[in-house]
């Protein structure tokens, strides 16, 4: 088909803009489309991630359950019979295991000898087989507790505690339960149905479900990885008018036979919203399209009108009818003003100029005169410019002599005009190692070509070598006779000597001279690159604030630089040596012997005082297959951390099994729970009584922090605290419990509050001022409020704490000292700390019944706290023996189970009322 001579320009704009409309419309309707199924597909993605981790903390909890009423029964036995173990210790435990079953669930609980014989048993036992008997032989030789999940016909939970005696493993206690909690729990805590299944031929076979169509469903659904978490499964299935979302979920560690979960939830609505979100795109769309259609094509008919009008007077110009052409060209002028109105403009003006030039030209013979006169003085002028330039110009012919030069020519090359004047421009101008080769180019150049050529050349002065950026032109051309190369040259030595000490220090230390952080990680990654292996050793000064702190920043300096000499000196020698800043080095090594790398490590470590080398710690990571920069240099963080942890010149080689990066992010976990709960007041003070002995009687109680989930459950506080002990959230939370107790003694001058500081908060030398605000806004008196604080807290800064401690006493507040006795200290720092009360550890109370060396320990620990004039509180009593004991060496006072368990405030507080 042969195209229109002429075709419009409103039709050559309007074909090229509906076609990308159309295109941008269709693109849109499908990029939303796929935007809103990767989200939910990111959000389905979430949730099993998220599910995954509840049932992974699920039945954590219902191990830990199990393993704890196992050691409580163990424990029973111990302190109630003193016999062996026999069928008569096994009808001890049926009144505990008619609780146990009726309260918490459990479905089964046996007692085997040392000789994993079965003495007795209560509930639905399923029979022994080899991995039950493996764990008990496990538990009977270890001594120490194991849980686990087991699956056979059902799934059940079980746990083994040791039975021990003196020291001797006389039994176990097995206690077991079926999965019914953690179902319920799942369900009420993620809204989905759930399944217990193994792999049976293939194919899923369900143990235990929440309903029962998931055995009929399930078969449909057929489960495909996640692409970004290959282990997550998901699938979705179509059913009785309902659309379901499958999620496989793997807990536990991945070996054969083991049991996972399938969890379902009903999504028909969500798939039903995005298939009407795909449609009311589509139809915005075509009517975006439409009407943008419409508009553009009336737009383009109004400009092509007015354009019509320009282009009919544009030939009148060209005839020299100046004044119709100005005649034709009158217009309106409207507002706003767009291009087609400045055309109009500019042919109005073009009349007008083209006129004016016509004009313009019977004056022109005059002015030429008047311009010879200007040229001369301009001429002057340009030889002046020439001579002040501070480049260096110069003329010269096609075979290369100098025919001008300015002064700083002369300047440069020490040479005058007259010396330069006809001497070859190579010889003069150009370095010997270069000038050959540049009189071949340039004069090839401008053989064929009339293009400036620019290139960079040295130039041998007086001083040294200049580097110098040439611009060669060719000049004269025009008048017939012979042209010549005019050649500017900017001197760029001082440039290229900034740009080479820039480039060296983007990637060197100043300092040592060995790579930066960036040079170093630039050049690991090239070495990651390639298929050999190798080891990575991150390096930590020890002491080095100190040596700045006490010698100064230059003595850390010459310190820092003699262990870069050591880092060179390594034989073999590193392929990367690298200060990554501060007092921290790397050494990059090519695969080396284990023995080798090894001696490495131990002599970085060992320092050297004659020659002022300082001791360090290393941590070492070798490269795995896959391994990153990133990765790598983690590995080697973590094991350089482990190093600092065994004290001082020390050396830890990374080993994924051991757990530490495993550890750090459950304590990550565990900082995020309790930050959340902070900030969202989900925190909670319990309170349990201290009984003063003698008067048997409740003198205050001790407030004891608990942490709810948002369901309201209570979880376990000590890793929690750990966690937030470590990061310094802890003064936060120190000072959430003392806001939060005196609040609750406010109106109630009859009760007093014993509240916990951790360590952190003895940092801050605001505290005592910070209290007394606290007392005077709730109008408290500072008798009502015992601070305590632990006995390692106080022995790590026992100056600033007696200080510290002394403001507080001063308020009116009383201390006491808690953990007392598990330092390891003398007993003399106790004259130190102005304390009223010394809480024994209850590791020592605990055992007063049966244990005569702790019965021993405790009598000097109250002797000693006697002597100085303070009193006693012992904790962990949990029954009248052991009180009968505490009494009898003399404690003041008394806390512990046998006097009650700690309850949240508001019950307390309530029973206190009545």
Known sequence: MRLPAFLSLKWKLLLPLTLAMAI??????????????????????????????????????NERQLVDAGAALADFLVASR?????????????????????????????????????LTGFGDMPASDALMDAQLTSVLATERPASGLYCAERCQFYGMAPVLREGITAGVVVVAMDLSSLLSAFVQSSGRDLAVAVEHQRAPQLLATTTPDIKAMVEQADFAPHPQRPQLESALSHGG????????????????????????????????????????????????????????????????????????????????????????????DQLPRDELTALEHAALTLAGQLESLDTASRNQQNELAELVDTLSHERDFSSGVLDTAQALILTQDRRGAIRMANRYVETLTGLSANRLIGQDYFEQMIAPQERRDWRARLLAHFGSELAPLRFEALLATPGGLRNIAWVHSLIGQENGTEPLMLSVGL???????????????????????????????????????????????????????????????????????????????????????????????????????????????????KGDRDRHIATACVGIATVQPGCSTESLLGHADLALSQARAKGRSNWHLYNPADGTRESLLDRTEQLALITDALHDNRLALFL????????????????????????????????????????????????????????????RPDLRLAVNL??????????????????????????????????????????????LLTGIRALGCKLALDDFGVGFSTFQYLKHLPVDFVKIDGSFIRTLDHSEDDRLFVKALVDAIHGYGKLAVAEYVENQA????????????AQGYHFGRPQAADTVLAARSD
């Open 24 to 61: 941008g419309t269709m693109a849109l309707t499908w990029t939303n489309d796929t935007n809103l199924r990767r989200e939910v597909e990111q959000t389905r993605l979430d949730s099993a991630t998220r599910n995954e981790a509840l049932l992974r903390f699920l039945i954590r909890q």
């Open 82 to 118: 003193s016999g062996p173990l026999n069928l008569e210790s096994g009808l001890v435990l049926q009144s505990y295991w008619e609780q146990l079953s009726l309260n918490h669930g459990f479905g089964s609980l046996r007692l085997y000898d040392a000789r994993q014989r079965l």
């Open 241 to 332: 008018g309902k659309v379901y979302e499958w999620q496989k979920l793997q807990p536990l560690a991945a070996v054969p036979g083991a049991p996972y979960f399938i969890a379902r939830m009903d999504v028909s609505d969500a798939e039903r919203a995005i298939e009407r979100a795909f449609l009311t795109n589509l139809v915005t769309g075509l009517t975006v399209f439409l009407l943008a259609e419409g508009v553009l094509l009336v737009s383009l008919a109004w400009f092509m009108q007015r354009m019509n009008r320009v282009s009919a007077g544009l030939p009148l110009l060209g005839e020299g009818r100046w004044h119709d052409a100005r005649r034709h060209l009158q217009f309106h």
């Open 491 to 605: 001197d760029m030595t001082e440039l290229k000597s900034a740009q080479a000490r820039a480039s060296y220090l983007s990637d060197y230390d100043t300092l040592t001279g060995l790579y930066n952080r960036q040079g170093f990680q630039r050049r690991l990654a090239q070495a990651l690159a390639e298929p050999a292996s190798g080891s990575l050793l991150l390096i930590d000064l020890d002491d080095f604030k100190a040596i700045n702190d006490l010698a100064g920043h230059s003595a850390g300096d010459v310190v820092i630089q003699h262990m870069a000499e050591r880092l060179r000196e390594l034989r073999p020698a590193p392929k990367l040596a690298a200060r990554l800043g501060g007092d921290e080095f790397a050494l990059f090594f090519e695969p080396l012997p284990d023995a080798q790398l090894l001696q490495t490590a131990r002599l970085l470590c």
């Open 688 to 747: 349990q009584p201290v009984m003063a002995i003698q008067a048997a009687q409740t003198t205050h109680y001790e407030a004891l922090l608990r942490v709810r989930t948002p369901d309201g459950r209570i979880l376990p506080p000590a890793p929690l605290i750990a966690a937030a002990e470590a990061s310094g959230l802890i003064r936060d939370i120190d000072q959430w419990v003392l806001q939060h107790a005196v609040a609750l003694i406010a109106g």
């Open 758 to 803: 951790s360590a952190r908060s003895l940092d801050n030398p605001e505290l005592p001022a910070l209290l007394q605000e606290m007392l005077q806004q709730q109008g408290v008196r500072p008798q009502q409020l015992i601070l305590e604080i632990t006995e390692t807290a106080t022995l790590n800064q026992l100056t600033h704490a007696e200080i």
């Open 882 to 893: 052991i009180l009968q004991r505490v009494t009898e060496l003399g404690v003041d006072y």
